[in-house]
């Protein structure tokens, strides 16, 4: 698809990049064939691992079209991990090479070995390995590949333990693209936002895929900023973001029609988008928000519609050739439409399987090819996806089953409560206890007592939080989700009496 995109106008800009120079596909392409030599010449086999720790640039991405031709398997690294988390990751996809920022050579000279090559890349496109491609005549060929060969390994967060490789194939990749492309009527005549990191499916897979299939622009930004974005916006056509991108863009003055009206299209994921921001954004722009539903182990699954309602609180209906289906929890049977249940998706874009973990793939699967996604929805009368939560976030208080997401939606609707999470802690009672954990708007005066008065009347008494507490923000990660389990970990002893007493 890259190459397609090169040969039908190597002039055209692919990066656009704020106070350095543009790349064109030309370029681009050269550089990437010069990358593919570089890695066959440090040793990197069809099959070898490529991890990289590095900061957001266009040669990130370059790099990682090099080693989809070199055949071996991309596996990026969030630049946040610390060095006890890369050796873990380094043990476990024992990759060939290990690409790092300039800065933190000295910290990862050590790793390398007769195993392990260690080379350099900095966000300004200079290090060890751009030095290599430099002298490097371009690949002539790529190295063939099946859409059933890996193409990538991307670990997930790793919140309820190890994090585990998801290993997504050529195919999955392609497959994806080709129907995001479809679905969202992206085209060579796009001009991209890129403000999202490159390192997760949604930067790397979902947008930069997108692009240079298309043979799109990317306006390549390293970081989010507000005015910046709306600066952008003056000469593009689609922002790619998270929940907190809109947050922040309504929280602007310069945010309104004027500022958005060359933008054709707005799109979020990573995170639920609060029923506030989707509904102050049309408000603001007379843009509706397009959300839509994937997840490492299947890139995108689900989306609202281009052409149609953008429901607020739904991610639409399942991508071309993706099935999706609600069933029980506990015995996997399919459910009546209207009911809450596991979400399971089976398609092209569905995962392989985790790295070297085949009895947990085995235990993610069901016999017809469906993977058991984690998340709990419904799906509407109309057809509409509604995620109401994860599996693992699911309270069940004296025996009843709790979804988080129908109490937090009440609890978001009070006056003066800018966001909740809510989660089971361990109760001697009740098995697990309702709990939630609100963050005040700016200057509102809130106390437990009167929001638990106010959800009385709202939600049956065995969904009512047995406990309110305040908090000055809820804990996130790099892609805007609230981390649950951090809240599970923090909060475990509340019910204890020594903690109950204090906490009272």
């Given at each position: 698809?890259?190459?397609?995109?090169?040969?039908?106008?190597?002039?055209?800009?692919?990066?656009?990049?704020?106070?350095?120079?543009?790349?064109?596909?030309?370029?681009?392409?050269?550089?990437?064939?010069?990358?593919?030599?570089?890695?066959?010449?440090?040793?990197?086999?069809?099959?070898?691992?490529?991890?990289?720790?590095?900061?957001?640039?266009?040669?990130?991405?370059?790099?990682?079209?090099?080693?989809?031709?070199?055949?071996?398997?991309?596996?990026?690294?969030?630049?946040?991990?610390?060095?006890?988390?890369?050796?873990?990751?380094?043990?476990?996809?024992?990759?060939?090479?290990?690409?790092?920022?300039?800065?933190?050579?000295?910290?990862?000279?050590?790793?390398?070995?007769?195993?392990?090559?260690?080379?350099?890349?900095?966000?300004?496109?200079?290090?060890?390995?751009?030095?290599?491609?430099?002298?490097?005549?371009?690949?002539?060929?790529?190295?063939?590949?099946?859409?059933?060969?890996?193409?990538?390994?991307?670990?997930?967060?790793?919140?309820?333990?190890?994090?585990?490789?998801?290993?997504?194939?050529?195919?999955n990749l392609a497959s994806n693209t080709v129907a995001l492309n479809?679905?969202?009527?992206?085209?060579?005549?796009?001009?991209?936002?890129?403000?999202?990191?490159?390192?997760?499916?949604?930067?790397?897979?979902?947008?930069?895929?997108?692009?240079?299939?298309?043979?799109?622009?990317?306006?390549?930004?390293?970081?989010?900023?507000?005015?910046?974005?709306?600066?952008?916006?003056?000469?593009?056509?689609?922002?790619?973001?998270?929940?907190?991108?809109?947050?922040?863009?309504?929280?602007?003055p310069r945010l309104g029609p004027l500022a958005t009206a060359g933008?054709?299209?707005?799109?979020?994921?990573?995170?639920?988008?609060?029923?506030?921001?989707?509904?102050?954004?049309?408000?603001?722009?007379?843009?509706?928000?397009?959300?839509?539903?994937?997840?490492?182990?299947?890139?995108?699954?689900?989306?609202?519609?281009?052409?149609?309602?953008?429901?607020?609180?739904?991610?639409?209906?399942?991508?071309?050739?993706?099935?999706?289906?609600?069933?029980?929890?506990?015995?996997?049977?399919?459910?009546?439409?209207?009911?809450?249940?596991?979400?399971?998706?089976?398609?092209?874009?569905?995962?392989?399987?985790?790295?070297?973990?085949?009895e947990k793939t085995a235990a993610e699967f069901r016999e017809d090819?469906?993977?058991?996604?984690?998340?709990?929805?419904?799906?509407?009368?109309?057809?509409?996806?509604?995620?109401?939560?994860?599996?693992?976030?699911?309270?069940?208080?004296?025996?009843?089953?709790?979804?988080?997401?129908?109490?937090?939606?009440?609890?978001?609707?009070?006056?003066?409560?800018?966001?909740?999470?809510?989660?089971?802690?361990?109760?001697?009672?009740?098995?697990?206890?309702?709990?939630?954990?609100?963050?005040?708007?700016?200057?509102?005066?809130?106390?437990?007592?009167?929001?638990?008065?106010?959800?009385?009347?709202?939600?049956?008494?065995?969904?009512?939080?047995?406990?309110?507490?305040?908090?000055?923000?809820?804990?996130?990660?790099?892609?805007?989700?609230?981390?649950?389990?951090?809240?599970?970990?923090?909060?475990?002893?509340?019910?204890?009496?020594?903690?109950?007493?204090?906490?009272?």
């Open positions: 698809m890259f190459d397609a995109s090169c040969r039908k106008d190597g002039a055209k800009v692919m990066f656009e990049r704020p106070g350095q120079p543009p790349i064109t596909y030309a370029a681009a392409n050269d550089l990437v064939l010069r990358l593919a030599t570089a890695l066959e010449e440090l040793s990197v086999r069809p099959g070898d691992r490529v991890a990289v720790q590095v900061e957001k640039s266009a040669e990130a991405v370059l790099l990682y079209l090099a080693c989809l031709r070199t055949g071996g398997l991309f596996l990026p690294l969030n630049t946040a991990y610390t060095g006890a988390e890369i050796d873990y990751f380094l043990d476990n996809a024992e990759p060939r090479l290990f690409v790092c920022d300039p800065g933190a050579v000295d910290q990862h000279a050590k790793r390398a070995s007769a195993a392990l090559a260690v080379e350099t890349l900095g966000a300004d496109g200079g290090g060890t390995l751009m030095q290599r491609a430099a002298q490097a005549v371009p690949q002539p060929a790529p190295v063939e590949r099946s859409p059933n060969d890996p193409a990538a390994i991307l670990y997930t967060s790793g919140t309820t333990g190890r994090s585990k490789g998801a290993v997504l194939t050529h195919g479809q679905a969202w009527r992206f085209s060579g005549s796009d001009r991209l936002i890129h403000a999202l990191p490159i390192f997760h499916t949604h930067g790397l897979f979902v947008a930069c895929n997108m692009a240079l299939s298309a043979g799109a622009t990317m306006i390549f930004l390293t970081r989010f900023d507000v005015d910046q974005i709306i600066d952008e916006m003056a000469d593009a056509t689609v922002l790619m973001g998270v929940p907190t991108f809109y947050t922040r863009l309504l929280k602007s933008m054709r299209l707005f799109v979020s994921g990573s995170a639920p988008l609060p029923q506030d921001v989707h509904t102050g954004f049309a408000e603001r722009t007379g843009h509706v928000i397009l959300e839509r539903y994937g997840m490492t182990e299947t890139c995108m699954i689900a989306s609202n519609p281009h052409a149609g309602e953008r429901r607020t609180g739904a991610v639409g209906f399942a991508l071309p050739d993706v099935d999706i289906r609600i069933t029980d929890r506990e015995t996997g049977a399919a459910l009546p439409q209207g009911e809450t249940g596991a979400i399971e998706v089976r398609g092209p874009n569905v995962f392989q399987g985790y790295w070297r973990m085949p090819g469906f993977f058991i996604t984690g998340d709990l929805g419904r799906i509407d009368a109309d057809g509409y996806l509604h995620i109401i939560g994860r599996d693992k976030d699911l309270v069940i208080s004296g025996g009843y089953n709790v979804y988080p997401k129908e109490i937090e939606t009440a609890l978001d609707a009070l006056p003066g409560v800018a966001e909740s999470a809510v989660i089971g802690v361990p109760h001697p009672d009740f098995g697990e206890a309702v709990t939630a954990i609100v963050v005040p708007a700016p200057g509102a005066s809130l106390d437990s007592a009167t929001l638990l008065k106010a959800l009385s009347g709202e939600l049956a008494r065995y969904k009512q939080p047995k406990t309110v507490l305040l908090a000055d923000a809820l804990p996130r990660n790099v892609m805007g989700k609230v981390q649950k389990a951090e809240l599970r970990r923090h909060f475990a002893d509340l019910y204890t009496p020594a903690a109950s007493d204090t906490a009272s």
